[in-house]
């Protein structure tokens, strides 16, 4: 969450008849907020840090410690839980320090650019891997054999290094842009005052024709939403399917996860990427297009709040929705807290005795190969419940 998206600079029709204390007040705000603010939003930070840290630590650990999850599911799982703990261990606490004291701002140019820069990154790695954890699971769920590659893993580890690159690449000219914003006093005198301070990417900075806000909206949140909307709803309808089929043809309708909780599942990650996500970016847009509106100073200031708070529940729900829901990871956590070896049962499925007649084992072929199948599916299944 960047906090460089709410200050703009007055004009110079700003009355010079003020302290200098009383024109930074007019000009950047309230250099403290006032504690009625502070404390909820400091409490509320400190939970979602903590719970954040530990959820996400906890994933690295487990996935690390147990070979058995060494698949390309929790690879993707793994890359996300760092984003996460990346933009809770960097962008959180600045954040949350400038919340007590907005300006000024003292660590330098360096840090105000890879301030912006850490924060961006982050953030699209997220959401991108997301993306390619969905896209997987539904090429595993309704495609299952092409799912079963021999370099499968490889790949994976492949996709998640493009995913961190890309990332670098679109929050850089955010890096750029950034810079620290200085105030007049008196107005346009030219006298930057140090106390002034500010690390921003104000409007005035970034060229008309560099539409980053747009961009990171278009391409970091309705392109993935849409996309993960049509992945689940195919997922779902996929697994409706099958327990049906399953249920008719072998009366193994409980060796699947429940269709409702699956698909319940499914949904709570779309929901919860709208809910975290589009304050943040309604918060931009509102920014860029409507910050000569009347309404816009308060609207603004309140929407900053709710969105830094989605901002990082983002970071602290993930481990909840991708793993703390999966019996398989749940078993995992409890074996590495307790040090102990993790050892996954294979289920192999039966097969069925035929005769020596021709027909019959053309039809036991059949049936094996639907076995097989259907087994393949349902392990699939298995890695996200």
């Not at 004009?11 to 006032?34: A, C, D, M, Q, W």
């Not at 249920?247 to 709570?268: F, R, T």
Request: glycine share 4%; with cysteine; hydrophobic share 45%.
């Amino acid at each position: 969450m960047n906090s460089f998206d709410i200050i703009e600079t007055v004009t110079n029709s700003t009355p010079v008849n003020v302290s200098l204390e009383e024109y930074l007040i007019i000009v950047r705000g309230p250099k403290f907020l006032p504690l009625k603010i502070l404390l909820p939003i400091t409490f509320t930070y400190g939970i979602l840090f903590i719970s954040g840290l530990f959820g996400n630590l906890a994933v690295c650990i487990v996935i690390a410690y147990n070979k058995s999850m060494h698949n390309a599911t929790n690879y993707y799982l793994f890359s996300l839980a760092m984003s996460d703990l990346v933009l809770l261990l960097l962008g959180l606490p600045n954040d949350l320090s400038v919340f007590w004291q907005q300006y000024p701002w003292i660590l330098g140019l360096l840090v105000c650019k890879l301030r912006a820069l850490v924060s961006e990154m982050s953030s699209y790695v997220s959401v991108l891997t997301i993306v390619a954890f969905s896209v997987e699971r539904y090429t595993a769920i309704c495609y299952p054999l092409k799912s079963y590659t021999t370099d499968k893993l490889n790949r994976v580890i492949k996709v998640i290094g493009t995913l961190w690159l890309i990332s670098l690449g679109f929050a850089a000219p955010f890096a750029i842009y950034t810079t620290i914003d200085y105030v007049d006093f008196p107005p346009g005198s030219g006298k930057a005052v140090i106390e002034s301070a500010f690390c921003a990417m104000l409007k005035q900075n970034v060229p008309a024709d560099v539409p980053l806000y747009e961009l990171s909206c278009t391409l970091f949140f309705i392109c993935p939403a849409v996309i993960l909307i049509f992945l689940y709803v195919r997922i779902g309808l996929t697994i409706k399917n099958n327990t049906k089929l399953r249920g008719n043809v072998h009366g193994e309708l409980q060796s699947i996860q429940s269709k409702k909780s699956i698909v319940s599942m499914l949904m709570a990650v779309v929901v919860a990427f709208f809910i975290c996500w589009a304050p943040f970016h309604m918060q931009r847009l509102i920014y860029v297009y409507m910050s000569d509106y009347p309404w816009y100073g308060i609207v603004n200031v309140w929407l900053y709040y709710i969105s830094g708070i989605f901002y990082y529940f983002s970071a602290t729900i993930n481990p909840i929705l991708y793993n703390l829901m999966s019996l398989k990871y749940r078993k995992a956590f409890k074996q590495t807290l307790w040090c102990r070896k993790y050892n996954r049962i294979i289920k192999t499925p039966g097969l069925r005795e035929t005769n020596s007649t021709s027909g019959q084992v053309n039809k036991s072929i059949k049936s094996m190969n639907m076995q097989h199948n259907q087994s393949l599916l349902a392990n699939n299944i298995e890695d996200i419940t």
